[in-house]
C-alpha cells in the first residue's frame, strides 16, 4: 500500500470516526442543530408531523463525507405546511422526507456539488 493510499485512510477514518448523528424532536432546536453539522454529520428529525419548518443548511460536506438530512426512523416523518428547506452547502444528501402541502419545499441556493 502507498504511502498516499495511507495517508487517504487515516483521512477517511478520522472523518468516520468524528461524525456525529444529531436527532431533533423540538422544531425549536432545528436550526440550531443545523448550524452544527460538519462533514460527515447526519441531522435525522425524529417522527411525526412537522408542520412549517423553516430550515436553511449552510454547511458544507465533502465528497467522503457529505452531510445527510433524514429521518430518525423511515417512513415516520412528514412536513407539511409552510415548510421551507433552504440548501446552501455542497455535498449534502437529503433522504427519507415526506413532503405533505408543502410547495416549494427544497430550495437548492448551490447547485454545485450537491
Known sequence: MSI???IYLL???TYSASAKTYVVDDISKLQATA???QAGDSLALGPGYWQDVQLSIKNSGTEEAPITLTTQTAGSTTLSGTTHIKIGGSHIIVKGLHFQNAYPPI???SLIHI
Do not use: A, I, K, W
Request: overall charge negative; proline content about 0%; cysteine-free.
Open 4 to 6: 498516499r493510499s495511507v
Open 107 to 109: 430550495d437548492f441556493l
Open 11 to 13: 483521512l477517511l477514518l
Open 35 to 37: 448550524d452544527l453539522l
